[in-house]
């Protein structure tokens, strides 16, 4: 059947119409809002919300410096290129810039009127220089002399002086001077340094040390900034930050040296063309001109905004142990409670798969597997695929040292991991210097699947071990993102994944798979065939149902399909944490469809795809979102989960749990906006989140009235028997 037209009720539906699709960047500031609106929960801690506020601030950077920069080049190229909503490319800028305003306005708002407010009332004080106390004030004029002084260069503009590079996201203060007995005015720049705190905090007196005070760094200069123009008149002082297009351009075809081209291309990165310009408030329109005119940038692109120009600067009081109380309850993981008492890693693994519900099971048993297999003398080799992780990740240094204690240590790095690029380098190099081969991504694609393959010698033969996951090998955010992690010695599921390493380090093609689905080679097009197969159960009059969990939802032929299958009768439920193009509830198209989106203390980041398959249920995890970039520009895996008290675990526990949460979900509308549901009548109050966190935090009692369990690996020499 082709995909494009369907027929309900009698009706023709043309699925392919532009009124059935959202578009991609309205629903992303859709998510955004969403992430604005847990800063506006008065119910959260306090810090909570200004955690909140600030990752909006952060999520809205990276939106222009890569999407919104993409549609100014596509106007300046006159392209009328659109997505399958028929928004053209400026009328789409337009509707973002309107969008992107009205949310800072609202950000700023709870902030200046709510948020900061109520900081004070827990005797935490955000100040500009003016409200400090006299003997404040001497501090601050010290530390400004003694602190701040030595590393500040005001840069003039004249003749001989050409304004200077400006940085991305740098905060900068320009400054207007004008000599004694002279018309003309001269304009400087002089940037806030990078490397000092934006939120400086101010000595409190003796009696008064249940108080906290702070003072914005660009506040604090721009009072005495004066004393880096002496004898000059200073006629204004105003505060601003450029955003800058931050997306490599990298012509892989052409690069003979990949590593070396996105070096030079992240030198360049600082000084893309400006897309927004954030200016503080009161700027007089003769400076903004003149910044417009310098920057490139139109009225639309300007911000104007109170203090703080970035809200990111303000996670550092997240740190600040003193204001504990003002945090969310320290969540610490559960150990995995499959994994028995003092087991014999290698053994438990031979006779059972485990499957590890991050963060609220720990990332630890990744890194205890890796780490035993560094030091283990029967583990012959380890391959590894590596997208994001942290510089003293131990993961890394597990791997070093089992190159350096003569193992085979094969690590794909992707180095066009986005933001990363530099410190992926970084650490490849570590890793190559141990000993391990590096093989830095392939061409034309980025390696974005996570992927942990160990080959161990056991009494019985030679035995491969597999980790397989959802998330990043990370294990700071393993404790911030939700993920799912197999680990298995399935043997078919080991041999796919043995094959697709080969044919990324290889010269060999790939060879296709049984188990796995890969993109950007059968991906999309087995998922549409499994989309398809519920369709043709709803006709036959079989139960069909598809629940699916992943972070986006774009390609426009998987949402046909998921039209199609609504059109036959399937119920279909999504949990699409942010982008969703698929527009739900539309008469004869998507009637049967239902998209949540989850945003809460911890970011939503597991992929799941359930197919009830007509009493035979097919779940599969993954590394990929249903989006053209992971289908076909990246190399992504899903693997299934065969166990099936594993299976049942993730259809009768996860997934109604997310279907059934009334405390942190919203519901898609039709016309692509959400609505945060409530409560059922008659039923408590259900967050997922909160749910899973309890039902950890039991198991963590309980293990503390045990010894912890141990993994023990094998340390006998090679040929020893096993536990």
């Known amino acids: ?88 490319p400026l009328d789409l800028l337009r509707q973002i810039q309107e969008k992107a305003h009205k949310l800072v306005d609202t950000q700023y708002a709870l902030w200046c009127k709510e948020i900061k407010p109520a900081l004070a009332k827990e005797n935490i004080h955000i100040l500009e220089v003016e409200e400090l106390s006299a003997e404040q004030t001497v501090w601050a004029r010290d530390y400004f002399r003694n602190e701040l002084y030595p590393v ?106 990949l590593l070396r081209t996105i070096e030079q291309e992240l030198r360049k990165a600082n000084r893309g063309l400006a897309v927004r310009l954030e200016l503080n408030q009161g700027c007089p329109q003769d400076v903004q001109d003149y910044l417009m005119a310098r920057f490139q940038v139109s009225q639309d692109d300007i911000f104007h905004l109170e203090y703080p120009i970035s809200m990111t600067y303000l996670m550092a009081l997240l740190s600040n142990e003193a204001f504990a109380k003002l945090k969310d309850r320290p969540f610490y993981p559960a150990h995995d409670p499959k994994l028995p008492e003092d087991c014999d890693l290698w053994h438990h693994l031979r006779e059972h798969d485990v499957l590890l519900h991050h963060p609220y099971e720990s990332f630890d048993s990744i890194v205890d597997l890796l780490e ?92 491969q071990y597999v980790h397989l996951g959802t998330g990043n090998y990370h294990p700071k955010t393993a404790r911030l993102y939700t993920d799912l992690s197999l680990l298995t010695t399935h043997e078919e599921i080991t041999h796919d994944v043995a094959a697709l390493f080969n044919s990324l380090t290889g010269p060999a093609d790939y060879p296709g798979s049984r188990l796995l689905l890969v993109a950007p080679f059968d991906m999309a097009e087995r998922f549409r065939k499994m989309i398809e197969r519920e369709r043709d159960h709803a006709l036959a009059g079989k139960k069909a149902r598809i629940i699916i969990k992943i972070n986006s939802l774009v390609d426009e032929a998987i949402i046909k399909s998921l039209y199609e299958a609504s059109a036959a ?13 698929l527009r739900p509830g539309v008469p004869g198209v998507s009637e049967n469809i239902r998209v949540v989106s989850i945003v809460g203390r911890f970011l939503e980041h597991s992929r799941v795809f359930y197919f009830s398959n007509a009493g035979e249920p097919v779940v599969y995890l993954g590394s ?53 549901l409530k409560p059922r009548k008659g039923t408590k109050l259900f967050q997922a989140q909160f749910s899973f966190r309890e039902s950890a935090r039991r198991q963590t009692a309980t293990q503390q009235k045990k010894p912890r369990p141990r993994l023990i690996p094998i340390k006998s020499a090679a040929g020893a028997k096993a536990k």
């Not at 702070?214 to 002496?230: A, K, Q, T, W």
């Not at 830095?440 to 030679?462: A, F, N, P, Q, S």
């Not at 109604?656 to 906006?673: H, I, M, T, V």
Request: charged content about 25%.
């Open 1 to 88: 059947m082709r995909l494009g037209k369907g027929r309900s009720h009698g009706v023709n539906h043309d699925f392919s119409a532009p009124e059935n699709f959202l578009n991609r960047e309205l629903s992303w500031l859709e998510f955004n809002q969403r992430v604005l609106e847990e800063a506006q929960d008065a119910s959260q801690p306090l810090l909570e919300r200004v955690k909140f506020l600030s990752i909006f601030s952060s999520n809205l950077d990276e939106f222009f410096e890569i999407r919104v920069a993409g549609i100014k080049q596509l106007i300046s190229s006159d392209s009328n290129d659109c997505a399958a909503d028929g928004i053209m």
């Open 569 to 581: 009768g399937v119920q279909i439920d999504l949990i699409v944490r942010g982008i969703c193009c």
């Open 372 to 463: 035993s297999a560094s030091t283990d003398p029967q583990v012959m080799a380890i391959k590894m695929t590596l997208y994001r992780t942290s510089g003293d990740s131990p993961l890394i240094a597990a791997l070093a040292k089992a190159a350096r204690d003569g193992k085979q240590v094969t690590a794909m790095v992707e180095i066009k991991a986005r933001f990363d690029e530099a410190a992926n380098i970084q650490w490849g190099r570590r890793l190559e210097e141990a000993g391990v081969h590096v093989v830095y991504g392939l061409v034309g694609l980025k390696t974005h699947c996570k992927m942990m393959l160990i080959v161990r010698r056991d009494e019985d033969r030679l035995r």
């Open 624 to 676: 990929s979102d249903w989006m053209p970039r992971n289908f076909y520009r990246r190399v992504e895996v899903a693997f299934p989960i065969l166990d099936p008290v594993l299976r049942a675990e993730i259809v009768e526990t996860l997934l109604p749990a997310y279907l059934n949460d009334r405390a942190k979900a919203r519901e898609l509308q039709p016309d692509g906006s959400y609505k945060r």
């Open 152 to 257: 500040l260069t005001p840069l003039s503009i004249d003749a001989s002086h050409p304004f200077p590079q400006v940085l991305n996201k740098s905060h900068n203060l320009i400054v207007r001077t004008r000599k004694a007995g002279e018309e003309e005015s001269v304009y400087s720049i002089v940037q806030i340094p990078r490397n000092a705190p934006r939120l400086v905090p101010v000595p409190q007196s003796e009696g008064d040390k249940a108080r906290f005070c702070y003072v914005y760094l660009s506040s604090l200069i721009r009072h005495y900034v004066g004393e880096l123009f002496p004898g000059l008149e200073l006629e204004c002082v105003h505060g601003f930050r450029v955003t800058r297009n931050s997306d490599l351009y990298i012509d892989e075809e052409e690069a003979e040296n």
